[in-house]
């Protein structure tokens, strides 16, 4: 206890016991990362939605699609899986797909586990008021990259999965964008020197004619790759191509019907494609 009988000495004390007190807070102040940015820093124990937003594909599927450049052939050699989070309004929507079905849920909240880097998507049917027993929790684990993002997820996906972890990491465009890009994208010269071109953003430009393309992912759909008209960009679009890879050049092939849905292709190409 600080006890004086001087006047002035006590004053001295008191106002330097006053200036010991203020000096961390002004310290705080004059930092170059504010206590206000601090306190809204996420902390690097702790996963938010928000940060879980964007597009997911299994890793393994995606190491196999880069090495085959075979969309099929690559759904048939390991589970082709993909999840997309997505912000609407307050809610985000959760997809899981193998592309064949898919699995709407809405994600409602992310909670720690009790071991570290180990958490659990708390996820419902429906984006409202709801009792314990309507929601799904999935374990997960999760990794951060570069600028401290999350960039790996490692889930137990109980639909298509069963429960068993699978790996997921993010894509930096959509998921359209990405398979035209490590597929088929680029410009090429047939064997009589026609051009061909089918850009990342989905457009085919074949010597007779031009439209909006996507990739098949369905395996079922046929036993060679195809690619064809654009569900949403073309819905009335009826263009089908098969094409496969053969070294370094790209054949295209002639696509007849199966089946329903089904659909398989001609024994020789049409066209055998060079990189322009």
């Known amino acids: 206890m600080l006890t004086t009988n001087h006047p002035g ?7 330097l016991l006053i200036a010991v007190q203020l000096t961390p807070w002004a310290w705080a102040e004059d930092d170059s990362t504010p206590a206000q940015q601090l306190a809204r820093t996420p902390s690097k124990s702790r996963i938010f939605v928000r940060e879980l937003e964007g597009t997911w594909i299994a890793k393994p599927y995606l190491e196999a699609l880069k090495a085959s450049r075979a969309p099929h052939a690559a759904a048939r050699k390991t589970p082709a899986l ?4 997505q912000r609407e309004g307050q809610s985000y929507p959760i997809l899981t797909t193998n592309f064949q079905s898919a699995v709407l849920q809405f994600l409602l909240d992310v909670e720690p ?4 880097g180990a958490y659990r998507l708390v996820t419902a049917p ?18 951060r990259g570069a600028g401290d993002k999350v960039e790996e997820l490692a889930i137990a996906e109980p639909k298509f999965a069963r ?7 993010r894509l930096p465009d959509t998921l359209d964008v990405t398979v035209n890009r490590l597929v088929i994208a680029g410009r090429y010269k047939d064997e009589q020197g026609s051009a061909y071109e089918f850009t990342e953003s989905g457009d085919a430009v074949l010597p007779d004619r031009k439209f909006a393309y996507e990739i098949s992912l369905d395996p079922r759909s046929a036993p060679c790759e195809l690619l064809q008209s654009h569900r949403e960009r073309e819905p009335q679009g009826s263009e089908r191509i098969g094409f496969d890879w053969r070294d370094a050049t790209l054949r295209l092939f002639a696509v007849k019907p199966a089946g329903k849905d089904r659909y398989s ?5 049409f066209a055998v494609l060079t990189p322009a």
């Not at 000495?9 to 106002?15: D, I, N, Q, S």
């Not at 993909?82 to 989070?85: D, G």
């Open 265 to 269: 292709c001609e024994a020789k190409p």
């Open 9 to 15: 000495r006590a004053c001295y004390a008191l106002l």
């Open 82 to 85: 993909a999840i997309k989070i």
């Open 113 to 116: 586990a009790l071991k570290p």
């Open 163 to 169: 429960g068993k972890y699978v790996t997921f990491v």
């Open 126 to 143: 429906e984006d409202r008021a709801i009792s314990s027993s309507e929601v799904t929790y999935i374990n997960f684990r999760a990794s």
